[in-house]
């Protein structure tokens, strides 16, 4: 393995066995978005589909997809003989939305892998940087007629739309019609007690569905019978009774009670593809039932799985309101529960819907070692109060079974 200095460049001919180079990436401090962006002969972003990041996570051409490598907060994996001849440069860069700028980073790496085996590692820190909020880590170009990968350590004193512009695109909201036009209207909720608050649309142009995405990651232990997580979701009414939503099973609906459904059950996350579970969510849903609504979104490990550590799968959660879009991406890895394998349950995010607003916050909270408790909410004033104390329910099983299970505990879903 070889430590890059900034401007220091590599063949990858020679170096990369197979047809797929991974880039592995990590910042510490700050909240990070990470993008690649594929440039033309001009370094320019000439076709908006190769810009690639949160709301885009792959090429048309499978070239490029953003793909965490096991160990790492983000990074992609590259098929580099799959870029059509019109894209010269990969330009692999990271973003601040916020105030902070790049001099307060802690620590971050950006490192290649062939096939899990470290090729090379460019390390860089908030002293190598000053008021910037953006910056161009490394790239990939062509070179006599094969690939080569350069460190670059570039930054920018604007953020994400900065880097957009510099390479010739437009974010939406601008729109001139030459330029490639990228949607940025992500927010990216990474501490426990944060909120964002989304407002709902009215009228007939009002979007129809609240989508949320739970997606995790192969674990990188070689075993791909415990890469599977479930996401459920537990709907606390204006009464203060719940609901539960889980697939195959209790997997709801969107038209009618309970107003929430679950679109299947996923079997497995594998090393090139992450798993995602997805709910769709009835935005009216404070009117169906009369008052605001508490949801929590919860994945789970079942035992049958194989004992497995939730937080090594890297579980988050991705809302999506029209435009709008909201990260749940509280990073748990360095807590207590982290690498315990027999805690099964982790809250990614709960929500409290209105009838004019969604008000979304990551949680971070997990059940306790060798409990599988579902979580249970309840109202305090106006804000949502989570436990982990609501009944075991186990996916499959006979309802008359799981009353065996929660004998002594008086709490119980609605049917």
Known sequence: MENLIK??????????????VQLGLAGAGVALDFACFGLDAAGKLSDERYMTFFNQPRTPCGGVEAAA????LAGFSYQLERLPASIERLVVTAAIDGAATMAQLDS??????DGGRELARYAYGGADFAQEKAVMLGEFYRKDGGWRFMAVGQGFNGGLEALVAHFGGEVAQAAPEPA?????????????????????EKGAGA????????????????????DDLDLRVGILLPNGQMRF???????????AMPYVRHLGDVAGASGKEPATETVEVNPALAQHYGGTVGLVFSVYSALANGAVSVASMRPKMVMQYGEQTVECAFDFRLSKAAEDDTVYTYVIGMARITGDSIILEPSGKTSEPGSEATPWLSWQGENLQLAFNGPVVFKGEDKDDEDDFNADNPRRYLA
């Not at 490598?69 to 790492?72: E, F, I, Q, S």
């Open 7 to 20: 401007g220091q460049r590599l063949a990858l001919s020679g170096l990369v066995t197979g047809n797929i």
């Open 245 to 255: 939503i889980q697939a195959p099973d209790t997997a709801g609906s969107f038209d």
């Open 69 to 72: 490598p096991a160990g790492d």
């Open 108 to 113: 971050g790496y950006l490192r290649l892998l």
């Open 180 to 200: 490639a036009k990228i949607s940025l209207s992500k927010i990216s909720l990474t501490k426990a007690g944060q909120t964002h608050k989304v407002s709902l």
């Open 207 to 226: 979007p129809k569905k609240l989508i949320v995405k739970a997606s995790w990651v192969d674990n990188g232990d070689g075993d791909d019978d415990n």
